[in-house]
């Protein structure tokens, strides 16, 4: 089992920047991906970036690329998600998650945090 907690979400006007956080306890040496998702009311839970645990290779969705960086600190079992350049658009529930292997879709991953909500004014 792992544990995830996120903090670090806020409202935030456009052009803004927040950094998000993911601590995980628990069995984590068994997951070597952590990656982040957001959903927005009535969409579908996507998928933003992800890295993985032991060589912090980083994926990005489109959305993402340019805007936020992922990084994780091994010694605190702990991700981010530098958010850079946001937009009203940006405004969702964003989840950490753990997987096994690499992912793209929300099927791919086993253990989820609650979320912490972004809100991006104009």
């Known amino acids: 089992q792992v544990q995830l907690v996120e903090s670090g979400g806020g409202l935030v006007q456009a052009g803004g920047s927040l950094r998000l956080s993911c601590a995980a306890s628990?069995?984590?040496?068994?997951?070597?991906?952590m990656g982040w998702f957001r959903q927005a009311p009535g969409k579908e839970r996507e998928f933003v970036a992800a890295?993985?645990?032991?060589?912090?290779?980083?994926y990005y969705a489109d959305s993402a690329k340019g805007r936020f960086t992922i990084s994780r600190d091994n010694a605190k079992d702990t991700v981010y998600l530098q958010m850079n350049s946001l937009k009203p658009e940006d405004t969702a529930v964003y989840h950490c998650?753990?997987?096994?292997?690499?992912?793209?879709?929300?099927?791919?991953?086993?253990?989820w945090g609650q979320g912490t909500q972004v809100t991006v004014s104009s």
């Open positions: 998650a753990a997987a096994q292997t690499l992912a793209y879709t929300r099927g791919g991953y086993d253990y």
């Open positions: 628990g069995r984590t040496f068994i997951w070597s991906v």
């Open positions: 890295v993985r645990w032991s060589s912090g290779s980083t």
